[in-house]
T-cell receptor, first 119, second 110 residues
Framework: AQKITQTQPGMFVQEKEAVTLDCTYD???????LFWYKQPSSGEMIFLIY??????QNATEGRYSLNFQKARKSANLVISASQLGDSAMYFC????????????????FGKGTHLIIQP | NAGVMQNPRHLVRRRGQEARLRCSPM?????VYWYRQLPEEGLKFMVY????????ESGMPKERFSAEFPKEGPSILRIQQVVRGDSAAYFC????????FGPGTRLTVL
């Protein structure tokens, strides 16, 4: 079974609109962390936002926010007021055993969503 | 404050040659992770190292691939006798907590 599922291979969005990128995850570990990374066409991986499984509030970083619904095991990324420079691949990732010391050490990534912002 | 450095950025090898990829972590980070990204795919974890120790190599292919992180100098991912299927982008990340990625090395095997 996929540990991280991103159901949207691609999205076209009008500039200045809000965007929601879907991510669902699968783990039986009570302690885990969820991450979003942006990969523009230049290829680098840029860290955007992090949510810990025990965090009480949804994470926010500037125009990025994470809609964390623990019971549904979803961690959608919301980009407010999209800009042309937001066009990129977006990857959701998880690390398990964050506080227990167990689990995998590396991040498990989804297949990504290709977001294109149109003027 | 320099980020994670990787070199070379692009590497071309013929089948059967060796590829050496280097990664210098961010200052103050002692944890290094290597990932591989095939075209149109997400990143796949390969190996996690601390200085002079391999902590988790569960994602490393059993043959031809090795990694090290010596006491001095960068971490090295070494691929011996490369084959066309090794063509990919190889990313290094370092962390004290959150993983920050380098720009990647794009390996092309002819």
């Amino acid at each position: 079974a996929q540990k991280i599922t991103q159901t949207q291979p691609g999205m076209f969005v009008q500039e200045k609109e809000a965007v929601t990128l879907d991510c669902t995850y699968d783990t039986s570990d009570p302690s885990y962390g969820l991450f979003w990374y942006k990969q523009p066409s230049s290829g680098e991986m840029i860290f955007l936002i992090y949510q810990g499984s025990y965090d009480q509030q949804n994470a926010t970083e500037g125009r990025y926010s994470l809609n964390f619904q623990k019971a549904r095991k979803s961690a959608n990324l919301v980009i407010s007021a999209s800009q042309l420079g937001d066009s990129a691949m977006y990857f959701c990732a998880m690390r398990e055993g964050l506080y227990s010391g167990g689990g995998a050490d590396g991040l498990t990534f989804g297949k990504g969503t290709h977001l294109i912002i149109q003027p | 404050n320099a980020g994670v450095m990787q070199n070379p950025r692009h590497l071309v090898r013929r089948r059967g040659q060796e590829a050496r990829l280097r990664c210098s972590p961010m200052k103050g980070h002692s944890h290094v992770y290597w990932y591989r990204q095939l075209p149109e795919e997400g990143l796949k974890f390969m190996v996690y190292l601390q200085k002079e120790n391999i902590i988790d190599e569960s994602g490393m292919p059993k043959e031809r691939f090795s990694a090290e992180f010596p006491k001095e100098g960068p971490s090295i991912l070494r691929i011996q006798q490369v084959v066309r299927g090794d063509s990919a982008a190889y990313f290094c990340a370092s962390s004290a907590d959150t993983q920050y990625f380098g720009p990647g090395t794009r390996l092309t095997v002819l």
